[in-house]
């Protein structure tokens, strides 16, 4: 699950489980939700699911390429992005409040804002992750290097995203919820129950929250190297107002509750690729 981690933290910290987020709200028109995802940047975040799927064959044995042509397609079919968005502006419609809209809309449409978006938009569009990896973590090589103050305000930054705790529960629970429908699907012949392979995922989680640590620090690096120390902290301060905390919080539970259900599609699908195997 490393490139899954690797993936989703750099985007959005935390997730929390949808369910949990679908509290009573005032909803926000269509248009000015539409105008949300697109300023905030969340629509390419939303897109960049799909460059996860490599990483589902992996959580049983195999690899992407094991499919050939049939896994291109399949990811295509499965994580079409209009569909995606789609799921967005409805979960949103019921949970994202205006003033909350409001708040994060006018912070990602100022000058700042916008800089960031276009640079986190590239960040997360990026397919070599390997090498995005590598550069980031020269970045903070050499930030501890010079003992530079920047790489505490990118500490400060990914914090402000969303807790650890929160990324971890939301990623085994992507990684429950595939397994499960794999088994479901005939994909795979699962030899534990749900609550047996929920406390073998507890037990990976000391390694999940390493490897989450060190992504999402060279990622922050690598993604706002053009940046200034002073943009830094100033991206820092405004995420952890108490609102774009907020905002952040509903946008992973959004994000990770679509990739858990299309992942679920994938699992239902894979059995028309590949004969089932023992996990």
Same mark, same amino acid.
């Given at each position: 699950?490393?490139?899954?981690?690797?993936?989703?933290?750099?985007?959005?910290?935390?997730?929390?489980? #949808?369910?949990?987020?679908?509290?009573?709200?005032?909803?926000?028109?269509?248009?000015?939700?539409?105008? #949300?995802?697109?300023?905030?940047?969340?629509?390419?975040?939303?897109?960049?699911?799909?460059?996860?799927?490599?990483?589902?064959?992996?959580?049983?044995?195999?690899?992407?390429?094991? #499919?050939?042509?049939?896994?291109?397609?399949?990811?295509?079919?499965?994580?079409?992005?209009?569909?995606?968005?789609?799921?967005? /502006?409805?979960? /949103?419609?019921?949970?994202?409040?205006?003033?909350?809209?409001?708040?994060?809309?006018?912070?990602?449409?100022?000058? /700042?804002?916008?800089?960031?978006?276009?640079?986190?938009?590239?960040?997360?569009?990026?397919?070599?992750? %390997?090498?995005?990896?590598?550069?980031?973590?020269?970045?903070?090589?050499?930030?501890?290097?010079?003992?530079?103050?920047?790489?505490? @305000?990118?500490?400060?930054?990914?914090?402000?995203?969303?807790?650890?705790?929160?990324?971890?529960?939301?990623?085994? @629970?992507?990684?429950?919820?595939?397994?499960?429908?794999?088994?479901?699907?005939?994909?795979?012949?699962? &030899?534990?129950?749900?609550?047996?392979?929920?406390?073998?995922?507890?037990?990976?989680?000391?390694?999940?929250?390493?490897? $989450?640590?060190?992504?999402?620090?060279?990622?922050? %690096? =690598?993604?706002? &190297?053009?940046?200034?120390?002073?943009?830094?902290?100033?991206?820092?301060?405004?995420?952890?107002?108490?609102?774009?905390? &907020?905002? =952040?919080?509903?946008?992973?539970?959004?994000? #990770?509750?679509? $990739?858990?259900?299309? =992942?679920?599609?994938?699992?239902?699908?894979?059995?028309? /690729?590949?004969?089932? &195997?023992?996990?």
């Amino acid at each position: 699950m490393t490139a899954l981690i690797r993936r989703s933290a750099p985007i959005l910290l935390a997730g929390l489980v #949808f369910m949990a987020a679908l509290l009573p709200a005032r909803a926000a028109d269509l248009d000015r939700l539409e105008a #949300f995802l697109e300023v905030t940047g969340f629509d390419v975040a939303l897109e960049s699911i799909k460059l996860t799927a490599e990483t589902a064959p992996s959580m049983i044995g195999l690899e992407a390429n094991d #499919f050939g042509a049939q896994w291109t397609m399949l990811v295509e079919d499965v994580f079409e992005v209009e569909q995606m968005h789609g799921m967005a /502006l409805d979960i /949103l419609s019921q949970t994202l409040e205006d003033d909350l809209l409001t708040h994060a809309v006018d912070f990602y449409a100022s000058d /700042l804002g916008q800089r960031l978006v276009v640079a986190e938009n590239a960040s997360h569009m990026t397919e070599d992750d %390997a090498l995005k990896s590598e550069a980031g973590e020269a970045i903070v090589a050499g930030l501890v290097q010079l003992g530079s103050p920047r790489l505490e @305000e990118l500490k400060r930054l990914n914090a402000a995203t969303g807790s650890e705790d929160a990324a971890i529960r939301a990623v085994q @629970e992507v990684q429950v919820r595939f397994l499960m429908a794999a088994a479901g699907a005939g994909v795979i012949e699962l &030899q534990m129950d749900e609550t047996d392979l929920r406390e073998t995922l507890k037990t990976q989680e000391g390694e999940m929250r390493r490897n $989450m640590q060190v992504s999402a620090l060279s990622g922050s %690096a =690598y993604t706002y &190297q053009a940046f200034s120390d002073d943009d830094i902290t100033a991206y820092a301060d405004a995420l952890e107002d108490p609102k774009m905390r &907020q905002v =952040y919080e509903l946008m992973n539970a959004v994000q #990770f509750e679509i $990739m858990a259900n299309r =992942y679920e599609a994938v699992a239902a699908r894979m059995s028309q /690729l590949r004969p089932s &195997q023992d996990l």
